[in-house]
Structure formats: C-alpha cells, structure tokens
C-alpha cells in the first residue's frame, strides 16, 4: 500500500514512529514493541534511519517485520548524508526486494567533521531524484520544519527548499515535531503560498519525560508555549503524571488538527505502545 493513498483523503488517519535499536541485542525487544503498536492497526508505521545516535543496519529488517507479521504499511526512512550512490543502490535494493513500497528520503544531519565538497548527496531533493530514477513506483516523502530547519536563513529560503524537493519528486512531507498548532497553520499557509501543495503529515510528539524534551528541543529549536513549559516542569519528577499530561496535551493538539482539516497526523510514539495505545483510545470514535 502507498502511503500517499492513505493520507490524501480526507478521512482523519493516525501513524506511529519506531526507531530500530542501535544493537543486535535489542532487536528482539524494538520488534516486540514495533508489533505492539502495529496491533492498533496504525494507517502506516515510519521506521528512522540512523537516527539519535542508533544504527540504519535494523530498519529494513524492522519494516519487514511489519508487513509480514502484522500486515502494516511501513515507511522506511533513508539517510544519504553520509553515503556514495553504491550504498544507497545496495540499500535500495534491499528496500525493493522486501516489498517495501514507501520511502522518507532524508539527507540527515551532517556530522561534524565531514568535508562537505566530498558529500555525494548535499540535499535530500537528490537523493529523491535517484529514488526516481532507480524505481518511479516507489511513494517518497520528505521532511519539513514548521519552523524552518535549523541551517535555514530564514523560513522564505527553507520554503524555496521544499519547492525543489516536491519538484525532484517528494509526494508528501512529514513535519518535524510542534507544540503549537498554530505554528503549523501558519507554515502551511506558507507553503500554499508558494505552490507547495503536496500532503503534509504533522508529527506530534507526546512529551513523556522530560529530559528526552529538553535535549530533543534544543536541538530542534522548538517553540514551547507557556502552557507545555508548565505542564513539564510541574510534573518533571513523577514520570506518570507527566505521561498521562503529555499525552493528554498530544491528544488535545491532535483533535485540533483534524478539526482544522489536516486529516493525516503521525505520532512520535518513541517505541513505546503504551503511550501509542492511549493516544489511540482517546481517539476511537474519531477516527471511525
Ligand atoms: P534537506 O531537505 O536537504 O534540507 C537540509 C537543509 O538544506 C535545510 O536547511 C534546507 O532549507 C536546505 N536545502 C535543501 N535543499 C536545498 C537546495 N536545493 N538549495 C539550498 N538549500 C537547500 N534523521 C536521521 O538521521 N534519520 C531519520 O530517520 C530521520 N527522520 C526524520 C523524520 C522527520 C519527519 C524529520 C522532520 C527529520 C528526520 N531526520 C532524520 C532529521 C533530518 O535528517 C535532519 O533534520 C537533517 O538535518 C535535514 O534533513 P532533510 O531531509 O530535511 O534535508
């Protein structure tokens, strides 16, 4: 199943995130968890890509895993910072002959010390040319920043961006995580602006510890509304209370999404079923 036919329609859809583990030891657990959250029958699952330090060598495997025992769409992520066209040729490969139809191009952050005229892939718009050029059937996305990446100058230039990479051929975009649905409104009016009118997943995040939110939004550059602020720091230290609040504001962001017409919304659900569950119990009759 493409991905892009489940998020166009109108018709509210919810997905989940897992990352794989960093290694061989933990794979049995990330599966038992990526299969926990495959059970709430999630429209799609995306799996990350050498993301946070962990390691690309699990997530076709893991993606795999989706389709076969559990009969879920999954959306493989796939980095190209680092990579010669060899490896993603290999990876694509791979990709293809699992039957996995879905890809997140990304080019990933640059680590420090890489000399970029080296880089084969400067921009993630170039890796989803050579995905089009290797298999056009594949269904490739891409990301985006409500409040535009970090080594943007400025969010007109990020949006330019983003024009180039739906013309390379990115079908939909997935957005960096958000705590203010108004920052979102407000970039997609942007977009629609400048003609960027593919479909835009919005990533939420569920905030269910709060030195994970603090190190991710630094370096994210996330706004945190007052209201967030509060709702970590007074429920910092009883790790329950602070999930049952985070997920409450995350459900209450995510009602409001779909009250406001953007109908595709994925959860960063952090391996985690149990918050992925409640999100999902809030949601039931909505998403009928
Ligand atoms: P790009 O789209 O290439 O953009 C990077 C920067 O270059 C931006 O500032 C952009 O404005 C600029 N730019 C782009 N094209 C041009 C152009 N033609 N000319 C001039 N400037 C340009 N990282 C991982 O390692 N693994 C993952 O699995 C992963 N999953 C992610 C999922 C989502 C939904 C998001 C939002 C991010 C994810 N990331 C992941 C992080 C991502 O790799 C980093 O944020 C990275 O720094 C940028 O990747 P990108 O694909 O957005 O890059």
Redesign the pocket.
């Known amino acids: 199943m493409k991905v892009i036919e489940t998020i166009k329609s109108e018709k509210p859809t919810l997905s989940f995130e897992v990352f794989p583990p960093k290694t061989s030891d933990n794979f049995e657990s990330v599966r038992t968890a990526a299969e926990k959250i495959a059970d709430l029958k999630p429209a799609f699952m995306s799996v ?4 946070g330090g962990g390691t690309s060598d699990f997530t076709v495997d893991l993606a795999e895993d989706l389709i076969k025992q559990k009969g879920v769409t999954p959306l493989t ?1 796939l ?1 190209c910072v680092s990579a010669d066209e060899n490896k993603i040729e290999t990876e694509l490969n791979k990709i293809k002959s699992k039957g996995i139809e879905n890809i ?7 680590p420090e010390g890489l000399d970029k005229s080296k880089m084969k892939y400067k ?3 170039e890796l989803i040319e050579k995905i089009k050029d290797f298999d056009e059937s594949f269904c490739v996305g ?4 409500p409040e535009s ?4 100058e400025n969010g007109e ?2 949006i330019e ?1 983003l024009k ?2 739906v013309a390379s051929g990115c079908e939909f975009l ?3 995580m958000f705590f203010d649905n108004n920052i979102l409104y407000n970039f997609i009016m942007r977009l629609l602006k400048k003609g960027v009118d593919v479909p835009v997943v919005a ?1 939420i995040m569920p905030v269910t510890n709060a030195r994970q939110i603090k190190r991710i939004t630094a370096i994210s550059k996330n706004t945190l509304p007052q209201r967030f602020v509060r709702i970590v720091d007074r429920f910092a230290d009883n790790e329950q209370a602070l999930m049952q609040a985070g997920i409450a504001y995350a459900t209450e962001q995510i009602i409001d999404l779909y009250a406001n017409g953007i109908s595709a919304v994925h959860v960063y659900s952090m391996n985690n079923p149990e918050v992925a569950k409640r999100i999902k119990n809030n949601l039931t009759e909505i998403l009928k």
């Open positions: 990350t890509y050498g993301a992520h980095t997140l191009a990304l080019r990933g952050d640059i921009y993630a718009y891409g990301a985006c920043y990446h970090p080594e943007s230039k990020d961006s180039i990479k997935t957005t960096q990533g």
